[in-house]
């Protein structure tokens, strides 16, 4: 009799987390937050550490024909900040893993640390360590970031109650786009390598996909308004996705407006004219590392002149659902069509 056999396409990269993570129970007093949110959560005295790890891989996360190593390298220490900001965290240090094929040079790679120290010096951290080994299969970049906060200023994705105010900083969907438009440059160059790339019109987009920013300047902010977030996630892996893990980690559901989503201009132009719908590049897009996160109904005053955060949305019951009102008032089904990693396809 033949073994059940569960192909990972079929659970995704959260059905397989989750079914590790029953699994695995936490034996140290000292693990206060394991598996579920943007970071761990560790004792330490007065403060909190906060420890959170990310991988990048070549042909699943990037394409190096059109992504240069100084930007990867800036991506690399960025999207694991966010993780940090996500738990209203500081961050300090990071340790960086390589596996490298015997393709690149040393000026190779000292042009990918460039972007990691410039990411260091902008967000205030240090390189402190790593691994290398060797590769077969193209480069992978593993970082793992360490940071903290005092014990009652960590922010969960569990903790939005309800009648929350749903917000988000910066603006959706340009990394997805920003995205589209290399990969139809790369197109266009393979079928011509005479043709140079056009981007000129297309810089902001672009700019969202390879060189993201972790919005610590809106964790700053926060705490000099006296706002303490009751929740909080980066988007990584789109708009809808993190609002269904927070529905799912706070047992409340949210009500999202589509009039209300951030969209870039140059975002909504450029989807249109790649014959995406603007909306559900915004949705479902992923890689923004902006942040949603939720405060309480009185906090709403100290944020409404803060020209760079958006209020869209609302918790409500669990039994209610989550939602998506269109502008014509329509209630929508809240479904997450995110990136799967596992499967380097969308869900």
């Known amino acids: 009799m033949s073994e059940e056999r569960t192909e990972l396409g079929d659970l995704g ?3 397989l987390i989750d079914r590790l993570a029953e699994k695995l129970t936490p034996k140290q007093k000292s693990t206060i937050k394991g598996i579920g949110d943007d970071a761990a959560v560790i004792s330490s005295g007065e403060n909190y550490a906060l420890l959170s790890t990310d991988m990048l891989v070549e042909g699943v996360h990037f394409d190096l024909s059109y992504v240069p190593l100084q930007h990867l390298g800036y991506k690399a220490i960025a999207v694991n900040v966010s993780d940090i900001a996500a738990m209203n965290g500081q961050p300090s240090q990071v340790v960086v893993s390589l596996a490298l094929s015997n393709r690149f040079s040393v000026e190779a790679i000292e042009v990918l640390y460039a972007g990691m120290k410039a990411a260091c010096e902008d967000y205030n951290v240090d390189i402190i360590g790593g691994d290398t080994t060797a590769s077969r299969s193209g480069l992978v970049i593993s970082v793992s ?3 903290t906060a005092n014990a009652g200023d960590v ?4 903790g939005a109650g309800k009648n929350d105010i ?6 959706l969907g340009g990394a997805f786009v920003g995205l589209q438009v290399l990969e139809r440059e790369k197109q266009t160059f393979l079928g011509n390598p005479d043709m140079q790339p056009q981007l000129d019109k297309y810089q902001y987009i672009v700019q969202r996909q390879l060189k993201p920013r972790a919005r610590m300047d809106v964790v700053h902010e926060l705490k000099e308004l006296g706002v303490t977030p009751t929740a909080m996630i980066d988007i990584s892996d789109g708009l809808a996705s993190e609002v269904l893990h927070m529905s799912k980690a706070s047992n409340v559901g949210f009500s999202i407006y589509e009039e209300q989503f ?9 989807a249109v ?4 719908d603007p909306i559900t590049s915004a949705l479902n897009g992923g890689e923004d590392y902006e942040l949603l996160f939720t405060i309480k109904q009185e906090d709403h005053a100290k944020l409404e002149k803060y020209a760079d955060i958006h209020f ?10 989550n939602l998506m009102v269109t502008k014509k008032g329509n209630q929508v089904p809240l479904q997450a069509q995110g990136w799967n990693h596992l499967s380097s396809d969308a869900e």
Do not use: M
């Open 166 to 171: 749903l917000c988000v900083t910066g603006d």
């Open 155 to 158: 922010v969960y994705r569990s």
């Open 273 to 276: 004219e790649f014959n995406l």
């Open 13 to 15: 990269e959260f059905g």
């Open 312 to 321: 869209i949305g609302h918790s409500q019951d669990l039994e209610k659902g």
């Open 262 to 270: 951030p969209i870039d201009r140059q975002t909504y132009e450029t």
């Open 145 to 147: 970031a360490y940071g």
